[in-house]
Nanobody, 123 residues
Framework: QVQLVESGGDLVQAGGSLRLSCAAS????????MGWFRQAPGKEREFVAA????????YYGDARKARFTISRDNAKNMVYLQMNSLKPEDTAVYYC????????????????WGQGTQVTVSS
């Protein structure tokens, strides 16, 4: 079992930045692909970014590319999402997830999920 706890969500003005953190426990995440997803009110959960167990493989959703950066620190069992130039449409609950397979945008491939952290971007 892997437990995931997200943090770092906040209310921020448009154009601002936030760094989300995901702390894993129960098992090392070094063999898991890690992903970030988000869900806005009334919308389906959507893929943001993924990083494979080998940090050289990173995959972003098109809308977030160049503004968001995913990273991981296996020694600390942590995953991060740096978000810059935030827009009101980035407002959502952001979820961290762990997949025993390859980094992917398919949510069904992720076995473990955190409870989410709220990001609100004001205009």
């Amino acid at each position: 079992q892997v437990q995931l706890v997200e943090s770092g969500g906040d209310l921020v003005q448009a154009g601002g930045s936030l760094r989300l953190s995901c702390a894993a426990s129960g098992r090392t995440i070094s063999s898991y692909a890690m992903g970030w997803f988000r869900q806005a009110p009334g919308k389906e959960r959507e893929f943001v970014a993924a990083i494979n167990w080998s940090p050289g493989y990173i995959y972003y959703g098109d809308a977030r590319k160049a503004r968001f950066t995913i990273s991981r620190d296996n020694a600390k069992n942590m995953v991060y999402l740096q978000m810059n130039s935030l827009k009101p449409e980035d407002t959502a609950v952001y979820y961290c997830a762990a997949s025993p397979t390859w980094g992917t945008s398919r949510s069904e491939m992720y076995e473990y999920w955190g409870q989410g952290t709220q990001v609100t971007v004001s205009s």
